[in-house]
């Protein structure tokens, strides 16, 4: 049964950092596209961050330069490094991953109906 299960979220001021994690049980990660994406209060989810099996990235630009998406293959861990957080990046944060296909991380990067699979989301607060 596969299963994702993030963690890593809290509460920190603005400016502050947060490592996101998703643990991956059921499938190896090669073998899909990932994302991390987020839904703050009274908005729609989005996609900020994904990575393809062969490592390209892919960021919505509200994230670009602050936040940074990996993957540990022998853990078979998703990570997200969020730095410089903004009040505005406060919301709910899921991680998702869809088998492998060509094109499959602009998907990923846009289209979490798409996903294949999904957690049950972290939640990130940023005080000014």
């Known amino acids: 049964q596969v299963q994702l299960a993030e963690s890593g979220g809290g509460s920190v001021q603005s400016g502050g950092s947060l490592r996101l994690s998703c643990a991956i049980s059921g499938y190896t990660y090669s073998s899909y596209c990932m994302g991390w994406y987020r839904q703050a209060p009274g908005k729609e989810r989005e996609g900020i961050a994904a990575?393809?099996?062969?490592?390209?990235?892919s960021y919505t630009e509200a994230v670009k330069g602050r936040f940074t998406i990996s993957h540990d293959n022998a853990e078979n861990m998703l990570f997200l490094q969020m730095n410089s957080l903004k009040p505005d990046d406060t919301a709910m944060y899921y991680c998702?991953?869809?088998?492998?296909?060509?094109?499959?991380?602009?998907?990923?990067?846009?289209?979490?109906?798409?996903?294949?699979?999904r957690g049950k989301g972290t939640l990130v607060t940023i005080s000014s």
């Open positions: 998702a991953a869809v088998s492998a296909f060509r094109g499959c991380l602009a998907v990923v990067a846009t289209d979490y109906n798409a996903m294949d699979y």
């Open positions: 990575i393809d099996a062969e490592g390209n990235l």
